[in-house]
């Protein structure tokens, strides 16, 4: 008999594309398996763009809170579902209620907030072993005491019709000339974001040689891309706020290459197959690193980063201001 399987799925877009690392080797290893994943609606558009998910359920739960009422009801309609297996990725004590309540035979997690009872297959995590997120991810879908596999690198699926269709909104077409996407903003917090001066020093330098720019983003992020067309006289296509998120990944799989800030959006650049820039700052690519063999990551990896601040703690931000548009112009180059 087919395996059911639910995978208790994370919250942030990128995480959400490591995510599919996980679900590739779970379907290779259990051919014919059924594969449901609970997430937070948002992230749904990614998950209708992998062939592995059979089912996204939505997880209508306040962030934040413990919910603990919806995530009773939401277990015991689950109950019909029989699930073999489940594995939870976020390490929260509330993010492993539904698959008890689920009543999953298996249900598989890292340690997090002490979960024993409501797991049941738990996992000590290892970071010196696991450094990546994508590796803590496929831990959880093999045995406690198997090495590594592999990791198969994401791969969503871009729709050219869609595409077509949203570009027809602008009055435009797909391009015939090359596409330079950029994404300026990064919802954590300013300390992963590269000056918007330098992200318009790249987009002159593209729209001299003959290239569109494009904006992306979601509406957080419209006072970047508004700085970035300022300094480009207007001549990008800002598209920050004014697609949907399954609407940006059509339109960047349209692009010949994307500078990114370290965001979802990098994460869906990269799992698009796109050659992509990407600029770290507080963060570590270390630990989040574009999964994929075109992308090109600039790190200076100061003595103050990664610190993993929302704001630079020590007010200069030089982990990005010191990362010149001439090397992210060289490494479009290569």
């Given at each position: 008999m087919a395996q059911r399987l639910l995978v208790v799925g994370p919250s942030w877009v990128g995480d959400m594309v490591l995510a599919q690392s996980l679900f590739q080797v779970l379907k290779q290893r259990h051919p014919g398996a059924r594969l449901d994943v609970l997430a937070p609606a948002w992230t749904h558009p990614l998950l209708a763009r992998m062939p592995e998910v059979d089912a996204a359920i939505a997880a209508p739960f306040v962030h934040g809170r413990l919910g603990l009422g919806a995530r009773w009801r939401l277990g015991r309609e689950l109950r019909a579902r029989d699930y073999d297996r489940a594995i939870v990725l976020p390490n929260s004590l509330k993010s492993a209620i539904v698959p008890f309540i689920a009543?999953?035979?298996?249900?598989?997690?890292?340690?997090?907030?002490?979960?024993?009872?409501?797991?049941?297959?738990?996992?000590?995590?290892?970071?010196?072993?696991?450094?990546?997120?994508?590796?803590?991810?496929?831990?959880?879908?093999?045995?406690?005491?198997?090495?590594?596999?592999?990791?198969?690198?994401?791969?969503?699926?871009?729709?050219?019709?869609?595409?077509?269709?949203t570009l027809s909104r602008w009055n435009r077409h797909p391009p015939v000339t090359p596409v330079l996407g950029l994404c300026p903003g990064a919802e954590y917090g300013p300390a992963k974001r590269w000056p918007a001066e330098y992200f318009a020093a790249v987009a002159n330098a593209a729209l001299a040689e003959g290239r569109e720019?494009?904006?992306?983003?979601?509406?957080?992020?419209?006072?970047?891309?508004?700085?970035?067309?300022?300094?480009?006289?207007g001549r990008c296509l800002d598209l920050a706020g004014q697609t949907t998120l399954e609407e940006a990944l059509d339109l960047l799989s349209l692009t010949a290459a994307v500078v990114s800030n370290d965001s979802g959006l990098m994460h869906v650049a990269a799992a698009l197959d796109r050659p992509v820039v990407a600029l770290y700052g507080s963060s570590d690519?270390?630990?989040?690193?574009?999964?994929?063999?075109?992308?090109?990551?600039?790190?200076?990896?100061?003595?103050?980063?990664?610190?993993?601040?929302?704001?630079?703690?020590?007010?200069?931000?030089n982990c990005l201001r010191q990362l010149t548009p001439e090397r992210v112009l060289a490494a479009l180059k290569k």
């Open positions: 009543r999953a035979r298996v249900r598989t997690g890292f340690t997090g907030e002490w979960r024993y009872g409501l797991l049941n297959d738990v996992r000590r995590l290892d970071k010196q072993k696991l450094p990546r997120t994508v590796d803590r991810f496929v831990a959880l879908g093999i045995a406690p005491d198997e090495a590594l596999p592999e990791i198969p690198l994401p791969r969503l699926q871009a729709d050219a019709d869609k595409a077509r269709a720019v494009w904006l992306f983003g979601s509406n957080k992020d419209q006072p970047e891309t508004a700085a970035v067309q300022s300094l480009t006289q690519p270390r630990h989040t690193p574009p999964m994929s063999a075109k992308a090109t990551v600039l790190w200076l990896g100061l003595s103050c980063s990664p610190c993993f601040k929302r704001e630079c703690p020590l007010g200069h931000l």
